[in-house]
């Protein structure tokens, strides 16, 4: 019988209640798509990075990722690789041989990072080979090929099919130049990656440096859930290597996505916060407004809980009912939103800073939801509370004699 006092009381001001109730939805649409912008930001900085050359694990001599000597070749590579593969979950295995070294044009040189790789298993691997913007990722039949990020080619002044020399020192200590043609121009989501790297087939660098080091081995998994499994199994198999995952490797991406649902919560906390003083209000008008009603109910006999709990109530009734539209309209735009995506185009040179794709996808985390359900329900308890004091404070007689 309460429940359904209290909920036709809120609608004995019809016009109150619907401004309130438009107030609340309006805020939680705006708040959620507004998270749902904060997590897709971070998730494209994430899956980029994966994407581009990270992988979800790497595997490496110990050490190697301190020192990045040139000897810290890793052991056993071709039977990690072997082991990595017959892994279910695990989509591609690329090894890599990786060497610092100077890059010249006949403009000017420049330090790089060479990147010795296997085609057809780096492109299982990353997405690398859907970012050739000119040329091609190596299906050319061109000795020594090389690819550079559109970054470098700026600032080298190369061109395709144009020469590129790369320096670099041997085993022996001795130090190898040799001129590449470049075959292919990506143009990845992080300016510093393009500016940085290039890439030549595995056998032409091996060639060069008279030994086929392999010093790191990317593996991409088919989703991110069974991270944490290939890595244990992968470490079990070859404890004397250095198996790590992404957020080992990358420790702000990992700070990144955990505090994208974080970030959301803080942010739909404040405009709940925000919406509270405005409830808040609404109640206090409406108890306000039936001072006599509530004398008299008291006078007939209405206990003074039972009063405070209609009020109690009409406000979580009030809260919910908002809360509730704008939840399913926050969700539906994001849906929208998270499908067809938003065009940052516009602001595409200052997003590669950040390794950031220029399409953005919003979307937030399903863990959110219930998140947002209890600081509703919290808000909305803090609301009521003292409208709800208020009223059952009132004295009957006075209250009765009273005009409002």
């Known amino acids: 019988m309460l429940i359904a006092l209290a909920w036709k009381n809120i609608w004995r001001s019809k016009r109150r209640s619907a401004i309130m109730i438009a107030a609340i939805a309006t805020g939680l649409w705006g708040g959620l798509f507004a998270a749902g912008i904060f997590t897709g930001m971070y998730d494209s900085i994430v899956s980029t990075s994966i994407d581009r050359d990270l992988a979800h694990l790497q595997v490496h001599a110990p050490g190697f990722t301190e020192e990045r000597l040139l000897s810290m070749a890793l052991p056993g590579a071709d039977s990690i690789e072997h082991t990595a593969r017959a892994i279910a979950g695990v989509t591609g295995v690329s090894p890599r041989t990786l060497v610092d070294g100077m890059a010249s044009s006949t403009v000017t040189a420049s330090g790089v990072r060479i990147v010795g790789l296997e085609p057809a298993k780096e492109r299982a691997a990353t997405a690398i080979a859907r970012r050739i913007t000119e040329g091609s990722f190596f299906e050319g039949s061109e000795r020594l090929p090389v690819l550079v990020g559109k970054k470098l080619k700026e600032k080298l002044g190369l061109r395709l099919k144009g020469k590129l020399v790369l320096s670099f020192q041997r085993p022996d200590g001795t130090i190898m130049y040799s001129a590449f043609r470049v075959a292919g121009i990506f143009n990845t989501e992080s300016t510093p990656f393009d500016g940085t790297t290039v890439m030549v087939r595995s056998s032409d ?19 991110n ?59 206090l008008m409406s108890v306000l407004d039936r001072v006599r009603e509530f004398g008299m ?26 809360s509730l539209a704008g ?26 800073m950040y390794g950031m794709s220029a399409m953005l ?20 308890f803090l609301a009521a509370l003292y409208p709800a004091i208020k009223a059952v404070r009132l004295v009957p007689s006075a209250a009765l004699s009273t005009f409002g």
């Open 205 to 223: 660098l091996a060639e060069l440096l008279g030994a086929h080091p392999v010093h790191e081995i990317a593996i991409r998994l088919a989703t």
């Open 225 to 283: 859930d069974s991270l944490g499994s290939v890595q244990q199994q992968l470490a079990a198999a070859w404890p004397a290597a250095r198996v790590e995952s992404w957020k080992d490797l990358a420790p702000e991406l990992k700070l990144s996505a955990e505090s994208a649902d974080v970030t959301a919560a803080v942010f739909l906390g404040i405009i709940l916060l925000a919406l509270l003083f405005g409830v808040t209000n609404t109640m």
């Open 327 to 352: 939840t399913v309209l926050g969700a539906l735009t994001l849906a929208w939103a998270g499908s067809a995506g938003i065009d940052l185009a516009w602001f595409s040179e200052g997003l590669t």
């Open 297 to 322: 109910l008291m006078a007939v006999g209405m206990k003074r809980r039972r009063l405070f709990s209609m009020i109690m109530l009409e406000t979580l009734f009030l809260s919910l009912t908002g």
């Open 361 to 380: 996808y919003p979307a937030v985390h399903a863990v959110l939801y219930p998140t947002l359900g209890a600081m509703v329900m919290a808000s909305s």
